[in-house]
């Protein structure tokens, strides 16, 4: 370990809950825009007051703009070996799981989680109309048909699982739906905007009084599989799913059984499990199902959001006290 490394402190960062991390205060210095640089966070970079250079021994600071290429970032920490900072590109960072654990008692990662918020939380508000409206069933018709369906949000109760920044911009979006939104959480503290908060643990309590259920929470050892076949048993028949999360939050065969049994009524996914969903799936003949290839965020939206935060990462980073950084990932949560 380089003497760097050795003289900073430690426990002076802390997430954006307010927990302390076993993690030195990251050594303002140059920073690497991997594996492909942009103008757009290059500029973010100069614009904070940072200093672009080759990855190399002189590199402080990395922002990974690739979340498909964990290994390329492997490399990058091993070329540089006094990197104290890394900005990863996405909110969910299980690609990088690894990695943060490895790496986590001397690197401090920050995730775009919150900066996505806005586009994601739209994409799941149309999910949850697009399934109540039975838009799934019709946008596959070839007839006018004669028994009307749907029915309306207004006033509905929602189990949104999850208290990130997409949860609480999807609340502000649904509240003028009158509806009644229960939040499940790993802690039991009240989310503005919501009418009941639960542990995880009280799930299965939840489901049964649910007309939507959004899954908005992070991917980790202890969510993986979260809704399976008792959940989507204990669901009304008439309840919707919409995950805008990851996949593997949710059982893909038990959806695809409980579609197919009536157990529920539609599914809106934006994330599948395997993914690319691949074609021939059950899940795309499946007249419940409404598939959109994760494209909640697309390259267009993510581009500038990332930049800014970006933007504000760097100026925390050059600050040099540990303070001021938006997404810092716990490694002991897994985001």
Do not use: C
Request: glycine share 10%; proline share 7%.
């Amino acid at each position: 370990m380089s003497e760097q490394h050795q003289s900073r402190g430690h426990r002076a960062v802390v997430t954006d809950e307010g927990r302390p991390l076993p993690v030195g205060t990251p050594a303002p210095g140059a920073i690497t825009i991997l594996p492909t640089p942009t103008d757009l966070h290059e500029d973010a970079v100069r614009q904070a007051g940072g200093a672009l250079a080759d990855l190399g021994g002189d590199t402080r600071g990395i922002v990974w703009l690739d979340a498909s290429d964990p290994d390329g970032l492997q490399r990058a920490l091993t070329t540089a070996p006094d990197v104290s900072w890394v900005q990863l590109p996405f909110a969910g960072v299980d690609a990088f799981a690894h990695l943060i654990a490895e790496h986590g008692d001397r690197v401090l990662f920050t995730s775009a989680k919150g900066a996505y918020a806005e586009p994601v939380a739209e994409h799941a508000l149309a999910l949850t109309l697009a399934t109540l409206r039975v838009l799934q069933k019709r946008a596959r018709t070839t007839s006018w048909g004669r028994e009307p369906e749907g029915v309306s949000l207004y006033g509905r109760s929602i189990v949104l699982i999850g208290a990130g920044g997409i949860a609480l911009e999807y609340l502000r979006l649904v509240a003028p739906f009158d509806v009644r939104v229960t939040v499940v959480r790993r802690s039991a503290e009240a989310v503005p905007g919501a009418e009941r908060t639960v542990t995880t643990d009280q799930l299965d309590e939840v489901l049964p009084g649910a007309d939507v259920v959004v899954v908005a929470a992070a991917m980790t050892s202890g969510t993986s599989g979260l809704l399976g076949a008792h959940q989507f048993a204990i669901m009304p028949e008439h309840a919707r799913l919409v995950n805008i999360a990851r996949g593997g939050l949710v059982d893909t065969d038990a959806l695809v059984d409980a579609l197919r049994s009536g157990s529920i009524a539609a599914a809106g996914l934006d994330v599948t499990d395997p993914e690319p969903l691949p074609d021939g799936h059950p899940l795309w003949d499946e007249p419940g199902a409404l598939i959109t290839p994760h494209q909640a965020d697309t390259p267009e939206m993510v581009a500038p959001l990332l930049a800014e935060r970006v933007g504000a990462n760097v100026a925390a980073f050059l600050r040099g006290d540990g303070t001021g950084f938006i997404g810092v990932v716990d490694p002991a949560a897994g985001y």
